[in-house]
């Protein structure tokens, strides 16, 4: 069965720190990758999505990047964090190549910039 | 434009109630999905249904239900005697984009249930 890590569950970081979220997928090959953003008592935002190994679409333009280096691996980076950056950050896959393939999330990493 | 409207921030039932989660969406385009999710305390989300834009059957699921109405561009959630454990954050979503082999979700704000024992 297909299963999906975040970490770290938490992270406290101060303004102007670098920051990696990391997230992998076992189970499944050439998933669709993606990470959102759901800010304290809001929806989600979509922040990328990757369709493939170096292929990296963003939907917001803002502080952070994301990155896939491996086809079940995707990271989320800012090389100076700002306080608008906290936020839960969920990561998810779906399967590669079907458009309406429902998406499954990982636990999600509470963010806090301080 | 696609939106997905949860007018319902907070709905606060006593234990046994049935209680319905309003889900409004709008998209021009004529074949879409749309979804619901539950995040619990815990903060993950889970899917519970999906459903494409010809199919308008209700669709049941144990103590779950939904309503989709294209007519009204409808997809609402009903919880029928409703238990603590269904309390959450559910979320409404559409789906855009997905020709393009990849499922880009558009999420309503959410609505939280709080269900009183």
């Known amino acids: 069965s297909q299963t999906i890590h975040q970490w770290p569950a938490t992270l406290v970081q101060p303004v102007g720190s670098p920051l990696s979220l990391e997230c992998t997928v076992e189970g499944t090959s050439n998933p669709n990758l993606y990470w959102y953003r759901q800010a304290a008592g809001r929806g989600l935002q979509l922040l990328f999505y990757s369709v493939g190994i170096g292929q990296i679409s963003s939907e917001v333009p803002q502080n952070l990047s994301a990155s896939r280096p491996q086809d079940r691996q995707f990271i989320l980076s800012s090389k100076k964090l700002l306080l608008s950056d906290s936020g839960f950050y969920l990561c998810a896959w779906s399967v590669g190549g079907i458009g309406n393939s429902p998406l499954h999330f990982g636990n999600g990493t509470r963010l806090t910039v301080t | ?117």
């Open chain 2, 1 to 117: 434009a696609q939106k997905v409207t949860q007018a319902q921030t907070e709905i606060s039932v006593v234990e046994k109630e049935d209680v319905t989660l309003d889900c409004v969406y709008e998209t021009r385009d004529t074949t879409y999905y749309l979804f619901w999710y539950k995040q619990p305390p815990s903060g993950e989300l889970v899917f519970l249904i999906r459903r494409n834009s010809f199919d308008e059957q209700n669709e049941i699921s144990g103590r779950y239900s939904w309503n989709f109405q294209k007519s009204t561009s409808s997809f609402n959630f009903t919880i029928t005697a409703s238990q603590v454990v269904d309390s959450a954050v559910y979320f409404c979503a559409l789906s855009v984009g997905f020709s393009g082999g990849y499922n880009k979700l558009i999420f309503g704000a959410g609505t939280r249930l709080a269900v009183h024992p």
